[in-house]
Every structure is written in C-alpha cells, then in structure tokens.
C-alpha cells in the first residue's frame, strides 16, 4: 500500500518514493527480477504503459504494486495525465516519482512535463535527440539503485540548505498556519513571511496585491523554459501566466511556484489577444526584431500581458502582428538572443521599476 502523503510535500525537497516502469521497456531485461527484488518495500512499484500485452500480464503480474495501461483509462503516453495519474495511484506527488522508460518523447518528456523525473533506459546507447536532457541514462536496469540514490543525496543537500525546521513550541495558533509543517518544518521555496503557511493561505494573501501586469510566452515547440518564467512571474507578482499553444512544458524548473499564481492555456495567439481585450489589457511583445524599441526606454503599459517567443527562433510573425508594440532588451555581445527565462525576469523587472517602486 502506497504511504500516506506528506504535509511536508508542499514543494520542498523530497527523495523518491515510487519508480513506475514503461512495460515494453523491461518485459525482456533479463536483470529485472534482480532490480524488482532490490526495490521492492524500499518504493512503491508501477507499470504505465502504452501497450496491454498478455506477455507483459503473465511475465509481470503480482510484481507491481500499481498497473495503469492506456487501453484500460483511454489516455496514452505522451498525455502526461498518465503519469500524475500514476502519481495518484502510488499516494505520492509527481515530483517523487521516478519514470523510466526507453522512449526519450514519451518516457521522458512526458514524465518531466508532469513534474516528474524521466530515466531514459537507453541499451544500444543511441544519441540523445536535440532538445531532450534525461534526469539520468541508463545502459542496463542494474544502474537503476545508483540513479535513484543519487536522487535522493540531491533532495537530502537541498533540505539543508533550503527552509527552516520544526516552529518552536508555543505554536501559533492563527488558521493559516499547517501544524504538519509547524511540527515537521518547512523546506518549501517562500519567503520568510509565508513560512509554516497553509498553501491556500499563501495564494489567498497573494490575491489581495498582485501586480496588474500577466506574462504570456508561445509554447509550440516544448519550451523547457516556461519553469524559469513561470517563477520569476511569481517572484515580481505578475497577475498570472499564459501558456500559448502545447499545454505540456517542464514544471521542475517552477520550483512548484505555479502553485502560488494562476497558469492559464490558450491555443493560439489570436485567443489570447480576444482574451487581454476583454481584460482591458494591452499585449507588448519582447523580442529582438526589427522596428522593436528599445525596453530600457520604453513607456510600458501598467496594465499589460508581456508576451515571449519560443526560446532561439522568438516570437513567431503572428504574435509580432498582434502586439501593439514589440521591446527589445539591449545586448552586447555575439549571441542573437537571451535565454527565454532571463529575458522574462528583465522584462518583468522593468515593469516593476515602472509601476511598483516608490520614486527615490
């Protein structure tokens, strides 16, 4: 039976706690019964899979606690519903599983997409397509108990570093505080003023002042970026983040801050510019294009939705058309363009010394 979840689990750093498996990736390792053997009690175990084999029922049964197959819930890999689904199933949240499959698209990118880790099982030792960093590869399942101790050394540095441990007796007694994390202490990403907080507190005090200004960033080709946009949004309180076109993109660089702030989803450019309309909104693109202006000059709207491009190729011709002006953030060196999440912080930074500062 999967172990109860944590109060603790609120985005702070937490060791593996379920490994689930692609089925066609193991059905023949002949070092599974060895691994299965080693990891069994130690993590919950689970199958997610595309596939709804009868070899894979006989050769596998009663050796998982968990079996999610797309034939049977009518969703496949790369939806990454199959893995917070799997999540689901082991009582544990997404960033504590581990995936491990030998599809580098949907073992991988679909698991981290979920805010889990993806383990590319890679026996030919093929090259890694362009675009795609596993958490780790493996030649053969035996390096699987190394892998996930490393993991878990990582989540042990970050507890000492990040956070504060249990509250000093009195407690407080005021309702926002969580007595899990007043016990157990609190190693989540926030600010000392949020420490000990219920999650919901935290979002309900974030809703009284948030900045009048949203961030939006086109998505069409898996921007592994979004992460980095998504928490810097958080940290200059950005009203809320728009995602433009694929709904699938890297949660763990959040640093489960989009749990704090709303994420919306549109499928093109045109819908959300209909959508800032109806807002009173005006859409202001940051790219390096021709005819842009300069940002360290610009006059920028207070009430806005600051609108990024696709890391390397920028803004695509339809959101430069639907923007009513496009900022370019002054550069000095050879490369043509910033990081997506670096060029976002800039930009949301020169909002705030606009509208937020108090003049000196």
């Given at each position: 039976m999967a172990p109860p979840l944590s109060g603790l689990a609120y985005g702070a750093a937490m060791p593996v706690r379920c490994v689930a498996f692609d089925a066609d990736a193991i059905l023949s390792a002949p070092d599974l019964a060895e691994v299965l053997a080693e990891l069994t009690g130690a993590v919950v175990l689970g199958l997610v899979t595309n596939v709804n084999a009868d070899a894979e029922r006989r050769t596998l049964a009663g050796r998982f606690d968990f079996r999610l197959a797309a034939d049977d819930i009518g969703i496949r890999k790369p939806d990454r519903r199959m893995f917070t689904m799997a999540a689901a199933a082991a009582g544990c949240y997404p960033v504590e599983l581990v995936y491990v499959g030998d599809d580098p698209v949907n073992d991988v990118v679909a698991a981290q997409a979920a805010g889990s880790r993806g383990v590319w099982l890679n026996r030919t030792g093929a090259l890694r397509p362009p675009g795609i960093e596993p958490d780790a590869t493996m030649a053969d399942l035996t390096e699987l108990a190394a892998v996930l101790a490393r993991f878990d050394d990582e989540e042990a540095a970050a507890l000492e570093t990040v956070g504060v441990g249990p509250h000093r007796e009195p407690w407080p007694t005021d309702p926002q505080f969580d007595p899990v994390l007043l016990a157990g202490g609190d190693r989540r990403n926030v600010v000392d003023r949020y420490r000990y907080w219920r999650e919901a507190a935290i979002v309900a005090d974030l809703d009284q002042h948030r900045h009048s200004f949203h961030v939006a960033i086109e998505n069409w080709r898996h921007d592994r970026n979004i992460g980095a946009v998504v928490r810097?949004?958080?940290?200059?309180?950005?009203?809320?983040?728009?995602?433009?076109?694929?709904?699938?993109?890297?949660?763990?660089?959040?640093?489960?801050?989009?749990?704090?702030?709303?994420?919306?989803?549109?499928?093109?450019?045109?819908?959300?510019?209909?959508?800032?309309?109806?807002?009173?909104?005006?859409?202001?693109?940051?790219?390096?294009?021709?005819?842009?202006?300069?940002?360290?000059?610009?006059?920028?709207?207070?009430?806005?939705?600051?609108?990024?491009?696709?890391?390397?190729?920028?803004?695509?011709?339809?959101?430069?058309?639907?923007?009513?002006?496009?900022?370019?953030?002054?550069?000095?060196?050879?490369?043509?363009?910033?990081?997506?999440?670096?060029?976002s912080g800039i930009a949301m930074h020169a909002w705030i010394r606009a509208h937020a500062l108090s003049p000196a």
């Open positions: 810097n949004a958080n940290a200059f309180g950005a009203a809320g983040v728009h995602i433009v076109g694929r709904r699938r993109w890297n949660r763990r660089g959040a640093m489960a801050t989009d749990r704090y702030l709303p994420v919306h989803y549109h499928e093109c450019i045109a819908d959300l510019v209909v959508w800032a309309a109806g807002e009173g909104l005006v859409v202001v693109g940051i790219d390096n294009v021709e005819g842009s202006v300069a940002l360290e000059t610009a006059e920028i709207p207070a009430r806005c939705v600051l609108l990024f491009g696709q890391e390397g190729p920028g803004l695509s011709p339809e959101a430069i058309e639907a923007a009513t002006e496009v900022c370019s953030i002054a550069q000095f060196g050879s490369t043509r363009s910033l990081n997506a999440g670096v060029a």
